[in-house]
Antibody, heavy 120, light 108 residues
């Protein structure tokens, strides 16, 4: 059974850097075809894809946020970390991590999400 | 263009059939996946690839694609299908992902 859980601060100040951790179980991020992605959703708004890291350490970023994002993986800890610099109130959102299976090119299992508020 | 366009809201009578669409240039080259999201919950994958359902998704959900449009069809909509639906695919370069703006489905 695949599970993912996001963790990190619930409140960050403007200009600070956000660090979120996705801890997963039930799969290995060293298995061919597997990836973990990050998606966010501002309150009442649509989903927005942020980043994706593949089993072979290939990394993809949203073009509009690429300069602010870094995604890394620690295969031994079953964790994926997303950092986002220069946080702004418009970055207030629920942040989800999700298991990505490249064979079907879809996020088939999602974490519960973690709400991050950006405010001074 | 690198975007996916969905109608903001669609309604369907209980037991009837509804089609939710997603338009984008990249859909001429790539399949869309579809996600159902109920209030306060994480999205759930309902359709992926040409027309595939993950285990546990009812067979009243189906997907199709033609030209630059992908569609999610619910045949015999149930009250529990009331939710937001999002399409997801690659952009035209194939290197990045994107989501549509979502469609709020109301079952009357």
């Amino acid at each position: 059974q695949i599970t993912l859980k996001e963790s990190g601060p619930t409140l960050v100040k403007p200009t600070q850097t956000l660090t979120l951790t996705c801890t997963f179980s039930g799969f290995s991020l060293s298995t061919s075809g597997v990836g973990v992605g990050w998606i966010r959703q501002p309150p009442g708004k649509a989903l927005e894809w942020l980043a994706l890291i593949y089993w072979d350490d290939d990394k993809r970023y949203s073009p509009s946020l690429k300069s602010r994002l870094t995604i890394t993986k620690d295969t031994s800890k079953n964790q994926v970390v997303l950092t986002m610099t220069n946080m702004d109130p418009v970055d207030t959102a629920t942040y989800y991590c999700a298991h990505f299976f490249s064979m079907v090119h879809a996020f088939d299992i999602w974490g519960q999400g973690t709400m991050v508020t950006v405010s001074s | 263009s690198s975007e996916l366009t969905q109608d903001p809201a669609v309604s369907v009578a209980l037991g009837q059939t509804v089609r939710i669409t997603c338009q984008g240039d990249s859909l001429r080259s790539y399949y869309a996946s579809w996600y159902q999201q109920k209030p306060g919950q994480a999205p759930v994958l309902v359709i992926y690839g040409k027309n595939n359902r993950p285990s546990g998704i009812p067979d009243r959900f189906s997907g199709s694609s033609s030209g630059n449009t992908a569609s999610l069809t619910i045949t015999g909509a149930q009250a529990e299908d009331e939710a937001d639906y999002y399409c997801n695919s690659r952009d035209s370069s194939g290197n990045h992902l994107m989501f549509g703006g979502g469609t709020k489905l109301t079952v009357l």
